[in-house]
């Protein structure tokens, strides 16, 4: 199901913090639930790169921001950019990683290749927000065969250590199905997050090299 607005609502927590202009990044747009809320927090400043893999959705978002109002409004400040995020090119650009990617579906290789993927591209003092449905680990274990349980105990203990070294806030949501919580990395501690220079005009492309 799409992510409620109280889910949305804590994932761009950093955005409604006082700050200067950012550069943001969100992972796994979808139809665009979330991003709506991204987008009543940008400032006139922020530019934003949507990273969606697939091509139904981008289309969806595509038609949102040329045909709705709270979409369109911003359309200067966006980039709708179709690829995994695997292959966006580039280090410390983003200020904001707001990701909606649903790890516990991936293999394990690919979720650690996410988060040095989200490693690679936030700047020193930016912030990853991310969510998880409560326990559905633990609810799925006796439920799968032993191999499927073995690779949730690894991804559990990939996004634990990231945990552990990395979090600085966390969020539980109740009021979405189900229910979720928002965890909120610092992967590069630092004083926070730096202006951005000139950004692109709206658009849909592939990874930029």
Known sequence: M????????????????????????????????????????????????????????????????EEE????????QVS????????????GLYD????????????????REIFRVYNRLLKTGGTLAYYEYVFIRQLKTPFVNRRERRRLYRI???VGNYIQAYQVRRQRVFMNVPPAVVRHLRLHPGEGAVAVGPGRPWAVSGPRH
Do not use: C, M, Y
């Not at 709708?80 to 280090?91: F, K, N």
């Open 2 to 65: 799409p992510s409620s607005r109280f889910l949305a609502h804590a994932l761009v927590t950093d955005l409604r913090k006082p700050r200067g202009p950012a550069r943001i990044l969100e992972v796994g747009p979808g139809t665009g639930s979330v991003t709506a809320q991204i987008l009543r927090h940008l400032l006139p400043g922020d530019r934003l790169d949507a990273v969606e893999i697939n091509p139904h959705f981008i289309e969806v978002l595509r038609r949102r921001f």
């Open 69 to 76: 109002w709270k979409f369109w409004r911003h359309r200067e």
């Open 80 to 91: 709708l950019i179709q690829a995994a995020i695997e292959q966006l090119p580039g280090e």
């Open 96 to 111: 904001v990683i707001i990701s909606g990617l649903p790890l516990n579906n991936f293999p394990v290789a690919q979720v």
């Open 156 to 158: 559990g203990r990939v």
